[in-house]
């Protein structure tokens, strides 16, 4: 167990909807970074917040958008959602701002969308 | 522009025997290089990683990894594998005199290793 969690395990939903994934990080660790896993695009890096912060942006689609809240905990938000977001979502966190430290994964969240 | 390429999609090996995933990296400054790996329905572990010191990098599950500089290659290696080791291992680069958004983790495509009774 990372110590990092993520909500829900599974969504399963349609075309067009909205939703939102949670991720808590492990505790103390400031920095959260949000993660794309697909068959076909293998491991994309969507974003990193630090403290509350935007920090780096990776292959992160304007139909999506994300934030980290003042308890450290981010939200990863899909909207107009397509038959192509089908994926694993994986959230990670560090210690500061992870220049050299590890990332912790969380156990993701499978997306389906129908 | 920063890069990593793992040459392999998958690797077989016989148990017992040792392996090689192999991990080639492209950086303009020292590089700080990291190993994980995934087991089916799971996320990312971190294995070992390289920062700066010694060039021969032990980690977790029996596993280490050597930082080679004029090869640009940090190759993740095992002396004798198990069953258990079969799982997808992803090496991932970052250049730490990047700035802003050029700091971010850059990730292989990963390696997927099979490990034969």
């Known amino acids: 167990d990372s110590g990092v969690t993520q909500t829900p395990k599974h969504l399963i939903t349609a075309t067009g909807q909205r939703v939102t994934l949670r991720c808590s990080p492990r505790?103390?660790?400031?920095?959260v970074y949000w993660y794309q896993q697909s068959l076909d695009q293998g491991l994309q890096f969507l974003i990193h917040y630090y403290n509350g912060e935007e920090r780096a942006k990776g292959n992160i689609l304007e139909r999506f958008s994300a934030q980290q809240f003042p308890d450290l905990h981010s939200e990863l938000n899909l909207s107009s959602l397509e038959l192509g977001d089908s994926a694993l979502y994986f959230c990670?966190?560090?210690?500061?701002?992870?220049?050299?430290?590890?990332?912790?994964f969380g156990p993701g969240t499978r997306l389906t969308v129908l | 522009a920063q890069s990593v390429a793992q040459p392999e999609d998958q690797v077989n090996v016989a148990e017992g025997n040792p392996l090689t995933v192999k991990c080639t990296y492209s950086?303009?400054?020292?590089?700080?290089l990291f190993w994980y790996v995934q087991y089916p329905n799971r996320g990312l572990q971190f294995l070992l990683k390289y920062i700066t010191g010694d060039n021969l990098v032990k980690g977790s599950y029996g596993f280490e990894a050597e930082f080679n500089k004029s090869q640009t290659s940090f190759h993740l290696k095992k002396p004798s594998a198990l069953v258990s080791d079969s799982a997808l291992y992803f090496c991932a680069v970052r250049d730490p005199l990047n700035a802003g958004n050029n700091r971010k983790l850059i990730w292989g495509l990963g390696t997927s290793l099979a490990v034969n009774p």
């Open positions: 990670a966190s560090s210690p500061g701002q992870g220049l050299n430290n590890e990332q912790f």
């Open positions: 950086v303009s400054g020292n590089p700080y």
């Open positions: 505790s103390g660790d400031l920095s």
